[in-house]
């Protein structure tokens, strides 16, 4: 009566596709691609005895073997089953805004404040050709009493650059000045400083290979507890996701060409609340061509603007790197965008 059963793993999630399957580890963080065979099987032995399984063959072992070692099921007797009823994967938050890129220019304490009234935690400003260290300095101020977690710079590089003890005194007046990245830069680099938490990167990419829209890659997908329960009903790159062009234009990402209200002229509060701005917000994988078939799907940040079609289905108008039905990826743009991700 009390025979054990295996049970999946509570942190342990598994999509399936006609060519490759897909294990979420939310607690490590990682994730595993197996056969969709192996795929299917595991979803099977959910809540299975452990006997059915002892005169299976020899692959089927295996599997279960791999399962236990790797910790993706485990035996549970029976009278606790109830005991693992299952994660509520329901994302809420408590602030409107998670993330804000906003061009140096535009850039000021009030635009800060109303950032800080939606919640932002991370805004990033990026800055023009002729930027300075002590112009840098003077845009850190405007955060000098912002309730933001971290405060990012992206610029141009510059030959000048040859001391970043510069950047890190100003991470020393101002600690939420956690990341400075420099494109266009001679050499690939990373620093991170062992005296702060500021870390800066510089990347031969140009601004426009950093920022144009790229489909998802392997090197950017997120794999945790909260990005897996967001992309249950959200799109992982747009959602709660803002940014304010130069010429003051309220945008869903600064490479979209769609304004939805200018700073100058709407309230920002207000402009974020329509439901036009946060359409894009609700464009989930599993309502999206192509990649409501991808095993990726929740660890996938596409940067894509999605198209909604007459039947409440989103669309893409350019193809993604990884082709969900061969299985197969184009190297090429994985390349560039592990480039990126390591920058
Ligand atoms: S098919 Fe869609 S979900 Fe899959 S990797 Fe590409 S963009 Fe991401």
């Given at each position: 009566?009390?025979?054990?059963?295996?049970?999946?793993?509570?942190?342990?999630?598994?999509?399936?596709?006609?060519?490759?399957?897909?294990?979420?580890?939310?607690?490590?963080?990682?994730?595993?691609?197996?056969?969709?065979?192996?795929?299917?099987?595991?979803?099977?032995?959910?809540?299975?005895?452990?006997?059915?399984?002892?005169?299976?063959?020899?692959?089927?072992?295996?599997?279960?073997?791999?399962?236990?070692?790797?910790?993706?099921?485990?035996?549970?007797?029976?009278?606790?089953?109830?005991?693992?009823?299952?994660?509520?994967?329901?994302?809420?938050?408590?602030?409107?805004?998670?993330n804000?890129q906003?061009?140096?220019?535009?850039?000021?304490?009030?635009?800060?404040?109303?950032?800080?009234?939606?919640?932002?935690?991370?805004?990033q400003?990026?800055?023009?050709?002729?930027?300075?260290?002590?112009?840098?300095?003077?845009?850190?101020?405007?955060?000098?009493?912002?309730?933001?977690?971290?405060?990012?710079?992206i610029?141009?590089?510059?030959?000048?650059?040859?001391?970043?003890?510069?950047?890190?005194?100003?991470?020393?007046?101002?600690?939420?000045?956690?990341?400075?990245?420099?494109?266009?830069?001679?050499?690939?680099?990373?620093?991170?400083?062992?005296?702060?938490?500021?870390?800066?990167?510089?990347?031969?990419l140009?601004f426009t290979a950093l920022y144009v829209p790229t489909a998802g890659t392997k090197t950017s997908f997120v794999?945790?507890?909260?990005s897996?329960?967001?992309a249950?009903?959200h799109n992982l790159f747009f959602n709660q996701k803002l940014a304010?062009?130069?010429?003051?234009?309220?945008k869903n990402s600064i490479s979209s060409s769609k304004?939805?209200?200018?700073?100058?002229?709407?309230?920002?509060?207000?402009?974020?609340?329509?439901?036009?701005?946060?359409?894009l917000w609700?464009a989930n994988k599993?309502?999206t061509?192509?990649c409501?078939?991808?095993?990726y799907r929740?660890m996938c940040t596409d940067e894509r603007v999605p198209q909604?079609?007459?039947?409440?289905?989103w669309?893409h108008e350019s193809d993604c790197t990884y082709?969900?039905?061969?299985?197969?990826?184009?190297?090429?743009h994985n390349?560039l965008k592990?480039?990126r991700s390591?920058?």
């Open positions: 009566m009390n025979s054990p059963h295996y049970l999946i793993s509570t942190d342990c999630r598994i999509t399936v596709s006609a060519t490759n399957a897909v294990i979420y580890d939310l607690t490590r963080e990682t994730f595993r691609e197996i056969s969709p065979a192996q795929g299917q099987f595991l979803l099977t032995l959910h809540k299975t005895k452990v006997e059915e399984w002892k005169e299976c063959d020899e692959i089927r072992q295996n599997w279960i073997k791999e399962a236990l070692q790797e910790e993706w099921i485990f035996p549970c007797p029976e009278t606790f089953l109830s005991s693992f009823p299952g994660l509520d994967f329901t994302w809420k938050s408590p602030s409107k805004l998670s804000a906003v061009e140096s220019e535009i850039l000021s304490q009030h635009i800060v404040h109303e950032l800080d009234l939606l919640g932002t935690k991370t805004i400003v990026l800055l023009h050709s002729k930027w300075t260290v002590e112009y840098i300095r003077q845009l850190t101020s405007y955060f000098k009493d912002s309730t933001c977690l971290s405060i990012q710079f610029m141009p590089y510059k030959e000048e650059i040859t001391n970043i003890d510069d950047l890190e005194g100003i991470y020393f007046e101002n600690p939420r000045f956690l990341l400075a990245g420099f494109y266009s830069a001679p050499f690939d680099k990373v620093f991170k400083s062992k005296s702060s938490n500021l870390r800066i990167f510089f990347s031969k140009p794999v945790n507890y909260e897996f329960r967001e249950q009903q304010i062009d130069k010429r003051g234009d309220i304004s939805w209200g200018n700073i100058h002229s709407d309230n920002l509060s207000q402009v974020v609340s329509t439901q036009g701005f946060q359409q609700r599993d309502q061509l192509i409501q078939d991808c095993p929740y909604l079609q007459d039947n409440g289905i669309a082709d969900p039905y061969s299985g197969t990826w184009n190297s090429e390349t592990h480039q390591n920058g």
